[in-house]
């Protein structure tokens, strides 16, 4: 039997002067009293199936009992798990926190209360303690005894090995089918046996603790795990249930998943009699009302789940506990509940401060006792979770954004919840490889050009090596990624599959706008970053410049193979693709790819020399580049004819999308893989623009070095055979990047025919306002040599612009009309056929609109004539949009959409197209070229605003954007930041970031903080970057490149 006062308590094992429990007070604050009087005794069944009596005062609050279990635990991380029972009216029901015990336990003595665990973060590595994973795996255990977990055979036979590794060590087959026949862990367990002793064959040498935690990365990934079921009905009455998770409500038909709306988009919850009402923030882009309604049994049961949400919310998105609502002087609307206790963010926080002691814990099933290592000195980073093999998880992200400073979440006089308002805010203390079906991004609201979507194919899982013993230092960052992603029903896994709010399961759509990677939850902080263990490298800029051949070279390498490797893969499996245009594509990239993965090998192995891993560099004998550099730009040579042939693929491909549908269906079906992050034909020209690159490093390399140096001869060598190989394709080079952009904005426009047509050439595309009897209309323009279009963006499912009009260039005459209309940076076009009154952002970008657009005009006036007729022979509706009220979009409605993950975004509707018309800006083809010459990859650390730590990322910056992935060997991007519209500063002394070689990326009120490895490093990023915040002008385009049309 536990006494409160007999109990040490997490505050004085930590070396607090009080004895404060699982204190969710503030540090300095003293609690308040524990009632005294008359004891009474209440029976605790904890997770191991024990039961444990505790006396406490019959007025004590609910937090007083909940203390002296986990004080009984020796349980720092008590936060996460509650106490439950049946009400009077047999109403499972938790313990409040706040309320007098003897009210809500009316017959304590013939009561059961269950300790079990109420809060599942999305990552079982922020539970920092092994006894917190100890008990989180007994939960999986009982939940999968009572058939909550559901999952198919595989992975019930993996989890059950898993616990029966923990519980009687190591293989023995007799031991094993013994101890399965007297244990029954889930239903029908006979016919899983086999395959359990088949697993458990492979986690030899595993402990307990190893065994809870790849239990719960199993666990976490299935769609039941941590959901209880509420059941209810939809307006229509059909039989559906409701959960509550950490990434917000959700939805199921039976077992299965088919809705969920992100705390993101919810803006209150409510309830009135038996009535549960979420009432989300609006959003143009959706048509269902702003309010659902589902009715629940009773008005007790809609309370209860009610409350559970409050609670939910409040824990994982929220920096503080709530204030309490001032007691109201006459009258009580309403229900005074409020989230009490600390909040995951607090959690995390405690115990990384605290310096803990190693305490021992019983494992009631095991043979083996664990010792809960709580070293006040982690030895190492990621000294906290065991590694794992290394496999490949669906990273499932949530909105991308800022992380809130601490907002409380008040609760309404009408018994409301009102959710703070975090659209645009999201907090996240660790990492978010959430399970399947329960992302940080699973709303099923938000724009169709704000969202992500991982599909992960379900593998079976390898034998493993014996993982090391994990320690719980402070949480530091993440396990290996694995690639073990299992779904309750087998097969593919969706591990973020995002259903629209009416309950269809129809159109998952993706856009890079704002990423899942770029909020506070995206992944794990890597707080090891301490300059005394940072990694010391060769300090010669020479160095630098080699290092950045070796990381561009590993992402070209991977943009060769979505050709030699996804791409053919995908045709061969489809008989949609002629054999002649097989043969003009795939022959022509491998022996590239073959080539360059030698030529990597080549600069890698000289790079570690030069770093000093062999005693070579004392000789200085390989602190150069330019002899490789010379010797595989002369083997390039030998591979020209195969270069040649890439503008002629090309052109056959395009060509042969035309003519057959079954080869476009193919190819947009590719474009929506994640592996191919940019539109399919800019990798058919990779390969030219990847001769620039090498023409740019070895300037460098050459102005950096003296004459004298021993590098320099091989360098002005190299550069003058690269400098050969340019000037030869360089007019084909820019013929094709005008073609592969025509191309592309086809494939973005509704209303057109003829777009690619010879002699066409692009010049700007973006975002004006058009005025019209109704006022200033968002539009999108599109800017050729002959002809200047004018889009909205439809409401159609595949997110395309609708055109409405269009005006040759031909006899066209431009003006400023500023006085005339009052409407700043207004310009008015006269055509021959028709004006218009157009108007701009800001001042730099009417001079940029005006700039081209006379230029254009110029070009035209020189030309044989009038352009041909541009729209499609049966033209747009007649009705404008703005006539229509479905075509009006307004600033104020796109907002909240704008860093909204919760909706995968239709096919084009993450194209550059739609940035611009998000961030209200343009880009020209000059910017597309400039772009196309400052590529860069490596490693970046990021930091948020609010956040402490920093997370170490493989970024690629290339097409305006960076691409952010786990490592440099991952296949395909985690998320996306496009950069158009962001300011790019160093950080001023006021935002406290003392390191060095950082730089800021801001844009409203979303915030990055990247920190570069080197000097050299950081000047090349802040370079490339700003190449794409601040956009060239027509004169640098000029002399950049000469003008070529195709």
């Known amino acids: 039997?536990?006494?409160?006062?007999?109990?040490?308590?997490?505050?004085?094992?930590?070396?607090?002067?009080?004895?404060?429990?699982?204190?969710?007070?503030?540090?300095?604050?003293?609690?308040?009293?524990?009632?005294?009087?008359?004891?009474?005794?209440?029976?605790?069944?904890?997770?191991?199936?024990?039961?444990?009596?505790?006396?406490?005062?019959?007025?004590?609050?609910?937090?007083v009992l909940l203390d002296a279990v986990c004080n009984h635990l020796n349980l720092v991380e008590g936060d996460y798990f509650?106490?439950?029972?049946?009400?009077?009216?047999?109403?499972?029901?938790?313990?409040?926190?706040?309320?007098?015990?003897?009210?809500?336990?009316?017959?304590?003595?013939?009561?059961?209360?269950?300790?079990?665990?109420?809060?599942?973060?999305?990552?079982?590595?922020?539970?920092?303690?092994?006894?917190?994973?100890?008990?989180?795996?007994?939960?999986?255990?009982?939940?999968?005894?009572?058939?909550?977990?559901?999952?198919?055979?595989?992975?019930?036979?993996?989890?059950?090995?898993?616990?029966?590794?923990?519980?009687?060590?190591?293989?023995?087959?007799?031991?094993?089918?013994?101890?399965?026949?007297?244990?029954?862990?889930?239903?029908?367990?006979?016919?899983?046996?086999?395959?359990?002793?088949?697993?458990?064959?492979?986690?030899?040498?595993?402990?307990?603790?190893?065994?809870?935690?790849?239990?719960?990365?199993?666990?976490?990934?299935?769609?039941?795990?941590?959901?209880?079921?509420?059941?209810?009905?939809d307006r229509e009455g059909t039989k559906i249930n409701l959960a509550v998770a950490n990434t917000g409500i959700l939805v199921f038909q039976g077992f299965t998943k088919i809705n969920a709306f992100n705390w993101a988009k919810v803006r209150k919850l409510s309830f009135k009699r038996k009535r549960f009402l979420i009432k989300l923030r609006p959003d143009v882009n959706s048509s269902y009302q702003d309010t659902l309604e589902f009715l629940m049994a009773s008005r007790d049961f809609c309370k209860s789940f009610w409350k559970i949400c409050v609670e939910h919310h409040a824990f994982f998105r929220l920096f503080e506990e709530p204030k309490p609502k001032p007691k109201p002087v006459l009258f009580s609307r309403g229900s005074s509940f409020r989230f009490s206790g600390r909040t995951q963010k607090q959690v995390l926080d405690y115990v990384k401060e605290g310096g803990h002691k190693k305490v021992q814990f019983e494992r009631k099933h095991s043979k083996i006792h664990s010792i809960r290592s709580l070293a006040t000195q982690p030895s190492e980073p990621n000294s906290e979770v065991p590694k794992q093999a290394q496999q490949s998880v669906s990273l499932t992200l949530?909105?991308?954004?800022?992380?809130?400073?601490?907002?409380?979440?008040?609760?309404?006089?009408?018994?409301?919840?009102?959710?703070?308002?975090?659209?645009?805010?999201?907090?996240?203390?660790?990492?978010?490889?959430?399970?399947?079906?329960?992302?940080?991004?699973?709303?099923?609201?938000?724009?169709?050009?704000?969202?992500?979507?991982?599909?992960?194919?379900?593998?079976?899982q390898q034998s493993r090596p014996r993982p090391p013993q994990p320690s719980t230092g402070s949480l530091t960052g993440s396990p290996h990624l694995s690639e073990l992603s299992i779904n309750s029903q087998g097969g593919t896994a969706p591990t973020n599959a995002i259903l629209s709010p009416n309950l269809s399961p129809d159109t998952k759509q993706a856009s890079p706008l704002v990423s899942p990677l770029?909020?506070?939850?995206?992944?794990?902080?890597?707080?090891?970053?301490?300059d005394g263990r940072r990694k010391r490298f060769p300090t010669d800029k020479a160095y630098f410049i080699a290092k950045e051949v070796s990381t561009t070279e590993r992402t070209y390498l991977k943009d060769l193979e979505v050709i030699t490797s996804w791409f053919q893969s995908t045709?061969?499996?489809?008989?949609?693709?002629?054999?002649?245009?097989?043969?003009?594509?795939?022959?022509?990239f491998e022996p590239l790819h073959k080539f360059h993965t030698n030529f990597l090998k080549e600069i890698e192995q000289r790079l570690a020399l030069w770093e000093g891993r062999s005693n070579a560099h004392i000789r200085g004998d390989y602190q150069r580049i330019g002899d490789v550099m010379l010797k595989n730009i002369q083997g390039m040579k030998q591979l020209a004819a195969h270069l040649w042939k890439h503008s002629e693929a090309l052109e056959a491909l395009e060509t042969g999308i035309r003519g057959s549908r079954r080869l476009e269906g193919l190819c947009r079906d590719f474009e929506l893989q994640k592996v191919c992050y940019l539109p399919l034909n800019t990798f058919l020209l990779r390969p030219l623009h990847r001769l620039m690159h090498y023409k740019q490093v070895l300037e460098r390399l050459c102005k950096h070095y003296p004459p004298s140096h021993t590098d320099f001869r091989d360098c002005r060598a190299a550069l003058a055979e690269i400098t050969e190989m340019v000037a030869q394709l360089h007019g084909t080079m820019i013929k094709m990047e005008n073609f592969q952009k025509l191309h592309e904005l086809k494939k973005d426009l509704i209303g057109v025919d003829n777009l690619v047509i010879p002699g066409r050439e692009f010049i700007r595309l973006g975002s004006l306002s058009k005025l019209s009897g109704k006022g200033l209309q968002q539009r999108m323009f599109f800017l050729f040599n002959d002809v200047l279009l004018y889009t909205s963006r439809g409401l159609t499912a595949s997110n395309q612009f609708k055109v409405h009009g269009q005006l040759p260039l031909y006899g066209m005459t431009m003006e400023e009309s500023e006085e005339e209309w009052g409407v700043p940076h207004c310009l008015t076009l006269r055509g021959q056929r028709q004006s218009i009154v157009v108007a701009a952002s800001s001042r730099p970008e009417m001079d940029k609109w005006v700039e081209d657009i006379q230029m254009a005009i110029d070009l035209a006036e020189k030309s044989s004539g009038p352009a041909p007729e541009f729209l499609a022979s049966s033209p747009p509706d007649n009705k404008s949009p703005e006539e229509a009220a479905g075509d009006q979009e307004s600033e104020d409605d796109l907002s909240a959409s704008r860093t909204s993950l919760e909706r995968q975004a239709p096919h084009r509707g993450n194209t550059m197209v739609h940035v611009c018309w998000h961030r209200n800006t343009s880009v020209s083809m000059v910017d597309f070229s400039v772009a196309v010459e400052n590529q860069l990859s490596g490693n970046l650390l990021r930091k948020f605003k609010n956040s402490n730590g920093w997370q170490k990322l493989w970024v690629v910056f290339t097409n305006f954007c960076?691409?952010?992935?786990?490592?440099?060997?991952?296949?395909?991007?985690?998320?996306?930041?496009?950069?158009?519209?962001?300011?790019?500063?160093?950080?001023?002394?006021?935002?406290?970031?003392?390191?060095?070689?950082?730089?800021?990326?801001?844009?409203?009120?979303?915030?990055?903080?990247?920190?570069?490895?080197?000097?050299?490093?950081?000047?090349?990023?802040?370079?490339v970057i700003r190449s794409a915040t601040s956009s060239a002008s027509r004169a640098h385009a000029l002399s950049h490149k000469e003008s070529h049309m195709y």
């Open 1 to 63: 039997m536990g006494e409160i006062e007999q109990r040490p308590t997490p505050g004085s094992r930590l070396g607090a002067p009080e004895n404060s429990g699982i204190s969710t007070l503030e540090h300095g604050q003293k609690p308040p009293p524990t009632p005294s009087g008359k004891l009474m005794s209440i029976k605790i069944q904890m997770l191991d199936d024990t039961q444990e009596a505790f006396e406490v005062p019959q007025r004590a609050p609910g937090k």
């Open 82 to 233: 509650g106490l439950e029972f049946p009400d009077h009216k047999k109403i499972t029901v938790w313990l409040d926190l706040l309320k007098p015990i003897v009210k809500q336990i009316r017959r304590p003595k013939h009561v059961v209360v269950k300790f079990v665990v109420k809060f599942f973060p999305p990552d079982h590595t922020q539970l920092q303690e092994e006894l917190t994973r100890y008990l989180f795996a007994l939960q999986v255990k009982q939940d999968l005894a009572q058939g909550r977990l559901t999952c198919n055979d595989t992975s019930a036979a993996l989890l059950i090995s898993h616990i029966v590794q923990s519980e009687i060590g190591d293989f023995d087959e007799a031991s094993d089918r013994e101890h399965l026949a007297k244990n029954k862990y889930i239903p029908q367990q006979d016919a899983l046996e086999d395959k359990i002793v088949e697993f458990h064959h492979n986690h030899i040498g595993q402990t307990p603790a190893e065994s809870d935690f790849q239990l719960l990365e199993i666990a976490r990934r299935l769609e039941m795990y941590g959901i209880r079921l509420h059941p209810a009905k």
């Open 398 to 460: 949530g909105e991308g954004s800022e992380p809130p400073g601490g907002q409380s979440c008040p609760q309404g006089a009408d018994v409301t919840a009102a959710l703070a308002e975090d659209a645009e805010r999201q907090r996240g203390p660790g990492p978010s490889r959430s399970p399947a079906g329960s992302a940080k991004g699973d709303g099923a609201s938000g724009a169709a050009a704000e969202e992500d979507e991982e599909l992960v194919k379900d593998r079976p």
């Open 518 to 530: 770029l909020n506070d939850q995206a992944g794990p902080r890597a707080e090891d970053e301490d």
């Open 571 to 588: 045709v061969s499996k489809e008989d949609s693709m002629p054999e002649t245009l097989k043969s003009l594509i795939f022959p022509n």
């Open 962 to 1023: 960076l691409f952010f992935y786990k490592s440099h060997q991952d296949n395909h991007p985690l998320a996306s930041l496009p950069l158009l519209g962001y300011s790019l500063t160093i950080p001023s002394e006021s935002e406290d970031i003392h390191k060095d070689y950082v730089f800021k990326l801001h844009f409203k009120s979303h915030v990055y903080y990247f920190r570069a490895e080197s000097e050299y490093t950081f000047e090349r990023w802040m370079e």
